[in-house]
């Protein structure tokens, strides 16, 4: 122990010491003369030949057949299948890394017996921060100590690259800004940052910005999470990540996906890793007051939200119209008899591949002689007896927005209940599948983006209008989950939703009549993140458009 301590005041950093190592525990001698005890809950290493080895559960086959753990340094992980009716009754399969920090700086440091501020420990790289005048270890708050920095000189710094910008990677850290328009961390280049997370002091906001070059006054590619969302006096959880295959830029606060962006000319920064400051063609800018504790960087892309998760995943469409009885498009030309059901085939059209699970279909009925109501299912199962998928009057076009399941065989079933009989249409809007390719849906508040009665001026007959996708869906290119409304509609008609830039298709959102108001969901592709609104009609009519939540890749 003695040894240890010696050994650390002279080096500065701190030093294990082995002959106090157990199971449960490791002991570090400190440059302060103190010492540090970690402690585990559960057995963390064995001794294996007489020295400690970190526990591997990958199983290893003895000589005798049976099971016992391998220990390992290589950071993998080893699944094995059992198969009993099988001669080598289990296989190891390919090992999988581990996704582990590269780099942990808990920037909870101490000062030496002179009173200096020891180094930022690299408790998993080594890569130690070396702090500079204007930069302390605090104590009393949430994290205790922390490193506060001044906002004039203070920065801890690194002697090499923390990351490679130009490769996926996620930097986190908890911070508490006591003013704005610092930068918390940073990568150098030459003259230019590879990357820096700052906060903006024109409206508070919290930025995660990529360089295009290193040069004196490079491009930003930014992700901006909005006018206040930097809390003076209070702890932010920040992430960025940055996906190299994508280009894709993300900024979570406090769990929260805040902003996206996407940067695609890329470089590597291989200077100096910073906390507290960014690189300024020959000097450094950007000072950051505040404090910041638990500074993370990983060579991948963390995902640090949990999406609601749906029992498949969505792939978008373009719109297309596989039923209309009218015209015997997937069906024959006839309507449906009340008491009847059609049973439509799904999978196969439209490029909807037999794995679907599930389809998200608009269904309108024409020139019903009844009043009635639809049921929609599975196509061999059994119609449920008490919903309904949509209701209508006698002699009026309706339609309704449906999620259905798919039978085994790719078909929906569709149940006319009434006595009268009626005349369907179907345009699919996109399907589920199984996996993890396609797109999740993300939750938010209901948010208005349209309402042409604020301004006076309603859509023209057969006129179009663009709806942005407004700044509560975090997403490049989502597919929006409306809920679109007609009203004060001066002749009959419908509303095709489409994403911008792309061919209006032959198909119905909503269908109405005039002098009503009419609502409908709608689950409508983006085009740069804009949805067309096209009014099939000889009269003018009003629409008000609300954002319920949205599908997307990430």
Same mark, same amino acid.
């Given at each position: 122990?003695?040894?240890?301590?010696?050994?650390?005041?002279?080096?500065?950093?701190?030093?294990?010491?082995?002959?106090?190592?157990?199971?449960?525990?490791?002991?570090?001698?400190?440059?302060?003369?103190?010492?540090?005890?970690?402690?585990?809950?559960?057995?963390?290493?064995?001794?294996?030949?007489?020295?400690?080895?970190?526990?591997?559960?990958?199983?290893?086959?003895?000589?005798?057949?049976?099971?016992?753990?391998?220990?390992?340094?290589?950071?993998?992980?080893?699944?094995?299948?059992?198969?009993?009716?099988?001669?080598?009754?289990?296989?190891?399969?390919?090992?999988?890394?581990?996704?582990?920090?590269?780099?942990?700086?808990?920037?909870?440091?101490?000062?030496?017996?002179?009173?200096?501020?020891?180094?930022?420990?690299?408790?998993?790289?080594?890569?130690?921060?070396?702090?500079?005048?204007?930069?302390?270890?605090?104590?009393?708050?949430?994290?205790?100590?922390?490193?506060?920095?001044?906002?004039?000189?203070?920065?801890?710094?690194?002697?090499?690259?923390?990351?490679?910008?130009?490769?996926?990677?996620?930097?986190?850290?908890?911070?508490?800004?006591?003013?704005?328009?610092?930068?918390?961390?940073?990568?150098?280049?030459?003259?230019?940052?590879?990357?820096?997370?700052?906060?903006?002091?024109?409206?508070?906001?919290?930025?995660?910005?990529?360089?295009?070059?290193?040069?004196?006054?490079?491009?930003?590619?930014?992700?901006?999470?909005?006018?206040?969302?930097?809390?003076?006096?209070?702890?932010?959880?920040?992430?960025?990540?940055?996906?190299?295959?994508?280009?894709?830029?993300?900024?979570?606060?406090?769990?929260?996906?805040?902003?996206?962006?996407?940067?695609?000319?890329?470089?590597?920064?291989?200077?100096?890793?910073?906390?507290?400051?960014?690189?300024?063609?020959?000097?450094?800018?950007?000072?950051?007051?505040?404090?910041?504790?638990?500074?993370?960087?990983?060579?991948?892309?963390?995902?640090?939200?949990?999406?609601?998760?749906?029992?498949?995943?969505?792939?978008?469409?373009?719109?297309?119209?596989?039923?209309?009885?009218?015209?015997?498009?997937?069906?024959?030309?006839?309507?449906?008899?009340?008491?009847?059901?059609?049973?439509?085939?799904?999978?196969?059209?439209?490029?909807?591949?037999?794995?679907?699970?599930?389809?998200?279909?608009?269904?309108? &009925?024409?020139?019903? !002689?009844?009043?009635?109501?639809?049921?929609? =299912? +599975? #196509?061999? @199962? $059994? *119609? %449920? /007896?008490?919903?309904?998928?949509?209701?209508?009057?006698?002699?009026?076009?309706?339609?309704?927005?449906?999620?259905?399941?798919?039978?085994?065989?790719?078909?929906?079933?569709?149940?006319?209940?009434?006595?009268?009989?009626?005349?369907?249409?179907?345009?699919?809007?996109?399907?589920?599948?199984?996996?993890?390719?396609?797109?999740?849906?993300?939750?938010?508040?209901?948010?208005?983006?349209?309402?042409?009665?604020?301004?006076?001026?309603?859509?023209?007959?057969?006129?179009?209008?663009?709806?942005?996708?407004?700044?509560?869906?975090?997403?490049?290119?989502?597919?929006?989950?409306?809920?679109?409304? &007609?009203?004060?509609? !001066?002749?009959?008609?419908?509303?095709?939703? =489409? +994403? #911008?830039? @792309? $061919? *209006? %298709? /032959?198909?119905?959102?909503?269908?109405?009549?005039?002098?009503?108001?009419?609502?409908?969901?709608?689950?409508?592709?983006?085009?740069?993140?804009?949805?067309?609104?096209?009014?099939?009609?000889?009269?003018?009519?009003?629409?008000?458009?609300?954002?319920?939540?949205?599908?997307?890749?990430?």
């Amino acid at each position: 122990m003695e040894q240890s301590l010696v050994k650390a005041q002279q080096t500065s950093a701190p030093v294990p010491v082995p002959a106090a190592t157990t199971a449960i525990d490791t002991v570090v001698a400190n440059p302060s003369g103190t010492v540090t005890v970690t402690r585990s809950a559960i057995p963390q290493r064995a001794k294996v030949d007489g020295a400690w080895k970190d526990l591997d559960p990958t199983l290893h086959i003895n000589a005798d057949g049976s099971l016992s753990p391998a220990v390992s340094a290589g950071g993998t992980v080893t699944a094995h299948i059992t198969n009993l009716d099988a001669p080598d009754p289990i296989t190891a399969q390919p090992a999988q890394a581990l996704l582990t920090a590269t780099h942990s700086w808990p920037l909870n440091g101490t000062y030496d017996n002179q009173n200096a501020m020891l180094p930022a420990y690299d408790v998993i790289g080594g890569l130690h921060g070396t702090p500079s005048a204007g930069a302390s270890w605090n104590n009393g708050d949430l994290f205790d100590p922390d490193l506060y920095l001044d906002g004039t000189n203070g920065v801890v710094s690194t002697a090499s690259a923390a990351l490679a910008t130009d490769n996926d990677f996620s930097v986190s850290a908890w911070v508490k800004p006591l003013s704005t328009g610092g930068t918390v961390l940073s990568q150098d280049g030459t003259k230019a940052p590879g990357f820096k997370l700052w906060t903006e002091a024109s409206d508070s906001s919290w930025r995660f910005g990529m360089s295009t070059s290193d040069t004196a006054a490079p491009t930003f590619d930014t992700a901006d999470a909005g006018a206040g969302s930097a809390r003076i006096g209070s702890w932010n959880l920040l992430v960025a990540t940055y996906r190299k295959s994508t280009g894709a830029m993300t900024l979570h606060v406090n769990g929260v996906k805040a902003a996206i962006a996407t940067h695609t000319t890329t470089w590597n920064a291989t200077g100096s890793f910073r906390i507290g400051d960014h690189r300024n063609n020959t000097a450094h800018a950007g000072n950051f007051t505040g404090q910041v504790a638990h500074v993370d960087t990983h060579a991948h892309v963390l995902d640090p939200t949990q999406d609601a998760s749906p029992a498949g995943y969505y792939q978008a469409i373009t719109q297309t119209r596989i039923l209309d009885t009218r015209n015997g498009t997937g069906a024959p030309t006839a309507p449906l008899n009340g008491g009847s059901t059609l049973a439509l085939q799904v999978t196969g059209q439209a490029n909807i591949p037999a794995e679907a699970t599930a389809v998200a279909i608009n269904l309108a &009925v024409a020139n019903p !002689t009844t009043s009635s109501f639809l049921v929609t =299912y +599975p #196509d061999g @199962t $059994t *119609r %449920p /007896t008490n919903t309904s998928a949509m209701q209508y009057p006698a002699g009026q076009t309706t339609s309704s927005m449906v999620i259905v399941p798919l039978g085994t065989n790719g078909k929906i079933a569709i149940y006319e209940h009434g006595t009268g009989k009626t005349d369907l249409l179907a345009d699919v809007a996109g399907y589920f599948t199984t996996g993890t390719n396609g797109q999740k849906y993300h939750a938010i508040n209901p948010t208005r983006l349209l309402d042409t009665r604020r301004d006076g001026t309603p859509v023209a007959a057969n006129g179009l209008k663009k709806v942005a996708q407004g700044n509560t869906v975090i997403a490049l290119d989502p597919s929006l989950v409306l809920n679109i409304t &007609v009203t004060q509609g !001066t002749a009959n008609g419908y509303i095709t939703a =489409y +994403p #911008d830039g @792309t $061919t *209006r %298709p /032959t198909a119905s959102t909503l269908n109405y009549n005039a002098n009503e108001t009419v609502p409908n969901l709608a689950i409508t592709p983006t085009g740069n993140g804009t949805v067309d609104l096209y009014n099939s009609s000889t009269g003018t009519t009003h629409l008000v458009i609300d954002c319920l939540g949205y599908f997307a890749a990430t």
